[in-house]
């Protein structure tokens, strides 16, 4: 089955850096990731996904990256401000969607 | 994006006693919908699948008899928890996908489940 992990539990960083949260999955066979956003009490809120058949996908301030031959993605946060204070999981999806385990951000005034 | 509901948003019961769970999409026809269960400070876990009109599939070490789920119409699907026990709370969230084929599910706000 499909395991997706983070490697980081949590990550700190300062108001207006650049985040980048990282995320490992196992099955090659996996061909779309989803970044979910999941605030304190609240559901999970989907941020950007990916198919397989791309490297990199941007949005409003966060951009995706999918690298297939190491099986990685990562999401990138620019000018992270204190809103984007939540966990953040990477999910493989399949006829499911399987979640990593999460990774805190951490945002430093 | 679309919207899916959950109701309650939290509740306390009494060890024993059951307690339903209701997962709606407000705006579009959800064909499948998903169950998962969340710990503080973990994952979340998927409990099972249900597609409208069929029996839900559940995911290995989840009681099919303790968790039991409906999925009678393209809008509603519940969730319930039988002969409730403290180690049940946990935070129960649903997700609702639409036509087969489309990628993107939707999440409700999740239920805080305490039992005393």
């Known amino acids: 089955g499909e395991s997706v992990g983070l490697h980081l539990p949590t990550l700190s960083v300062q108001e207006g850096d650049n985040s980048i949260i990282n995320c490992a999955y196992s099955n090659s066979a996996s061909d779309y990731f989803i970044w979910y956003k999941q605030e304190s009490g609240k559901g999970p809120q989907f941020i950007i996904d990916?198919?397989?058949?791309?490297d990199k996908r941007q949005g409003q301030r966060v951009t995706v990256l999918l690298n297939k031959t190491v099986k990685h993605l990562s999401l990138q946060i620019a000018a992270t401000q204190p809103g984007d204070s939540a966990v953040y999981f990477c999910?493989?999806?399949?006829?499911?969607?399987?979640f990593g385990k999460g990774t805190r951000l951490h945002i430093l005034p | 994006g679309a919207v899916v509901s959950q109701h309650p948003s939290w509740v306390i019961c009494k060890s024993g006693t059951s307690v339903k769970i209701e997962c709606r999409s407000l705006?579009?026809?959800?064909?499948?919908m998903f169950w998962y269960r969340q710990f503080p400070k973990q994952s979340l876990m998927l409990m099972a699948t249900s597609n409208e009109g069929s029996k839900a599939t559940y995911e290995q070490g989840v009681e099919k008899d303790k968790f039991l789920i409906n999925h009678a119409s393209l809008t509603l699907s519940t969730l319930t928890v039988t002969s409730a026990h403290p180690e049940d709370s946990s935070f129960y969230i649903c997700?609702?996908?639409?036509?087969?084929?489309?990628?993107?599910?939707?999440f409700g706000q999740g239920t805080r489940l305490t039992v005393v």
């Open positions: 990916i198919r397989s058949n791309m």
């Open positions: 705006d579009f026809q959800a064909t499948t």
């Open positions: 999910a493989a999806r399949d006829d499911k969607i399987i």
């Open positions: 997700s609702a996908r639409g036509q087969s084929g489309e990628s993107e599910a939707f």
